[in-house]
């Protein structure tokens, strides 16, 4: 089950690293329009804080803090910054997983961050939704307003 979620995860963070990638006018990464409240930018962001927060801190020990309001309201930083985001987030979910054994999986995870107890694993999986929920958002984002 680590080794699925392990690569399960790291697939989704390079589509979404190759998403931001495809981008052919870095500026639109950054854009909204009409009814598209969010960007690629934030939603990116975004996605590295709930990862780097939930694997990488609660999961992994690694010490990192999360500002969810700045991963709305930070704009335009570079492309290649965003991808190097991703490429630690990557590293993070890794290196977090790897520290965890199947009984861990099994274990209620540390916190309630659905407002109700749930296993490791499930948490987890809801996790993986939640980035290919964003994930599809940004290739609709970028499909609509990179022209």
Do not use: C
Not at 51 to 78: C, M, T, W
Not at 79 to 90: D, G, S
Not at 109 to 119: A, D, Q, R
């Amino acid at each position: 089950m680590i080794q699925s979620l392990q690569s399960l995860f790291t697939r989704d963070l390079n589509k979404l690293k190759t998403e931001i990638e495809a981008y052919q006018n870095e500026d639109i990464i950054w854009k909204i329009d009409k009814n598209i409240l969010n960007s690629a930018g934030n939603l990116s962001l975004h996605l590295v804080g709930n990862i780097s927060h939930f694997v990488g801190a609660i999961l992994g020990n690694s010490g990192y803090i999360r500002n969810r309001e700045q991963e709305f309201s930070l704009k335009d930083i570079p492309r290649a910054e965003l991808i190097q985001q991703i490429e630690n987030t990557i590293e993070v979910v890794n290196s977090s997983l790897e520290k965890l054994s199947a009984e861990d999986l099994e274990k209620e995870y540390p916190i309630e961050p659905l407002g109700y107890k749930m296993t490791t694993d499930y948490f987890l999986i809801h996790l993986i939704g939640h980035l290919e929920y964003h994930l599809g958002q940004i290739n609709y984002h970028r499909r609509l307003l990179d022209n």
